[in-house]
């Protein structure tokens, strides 16, 4: 454990943060499994789209992942070890994509997504001036969740034009 890294904490404990981050790095690890399976499943129109869009937030959710790790590592914490914590210590639960219509497995990442928005921005308010390290990752989280939201419901929103204008030509 690095004491001079964590002594640089103000006003919180290094047990505190690890707790909320342990939380997180959950989310992290059920987010990156719903979208590998999405992908796989996904079925309906412009689906190409969404497996392009759906493979490149797992990547993004595993990359998480591994940057939360390595900042509970840093504060003498303890990644979750085992799988089974991923669902009994999350703040985001996994929705498992039993319709595998494009449509509703949007809508269900996009609440995903929402979820994660609350909880970075949760974390950014109780680390803010407090434990900096961890403030500047978790907004650099928070950043890339904000783009997810926006990258899903964008297509969401085109996929829903693409089928009305079908829907007003067949007319
Ligand atoms: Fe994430
Ligand atoms: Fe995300």
Redesign the pocket.
Known sequence: MATRGISILKGIEAKEVTELLNKAYCD?WL?YYQYFIESKVVKGIMKDAAIAELNQHAA??LR?ANMVADRILQLGGTPALHPKDWLTNSNCAYDAPEDPNVLSILEQSIKGEQC?ISTYSALADITRGKDIVTYDIVSQ?LA??VEHEEDLQALYDDIHEFIAEIKKNIQ
Do not use: G, L
């Open positions: 992290e987010a993004d959710e998480h994660a989280i890339d969740e």
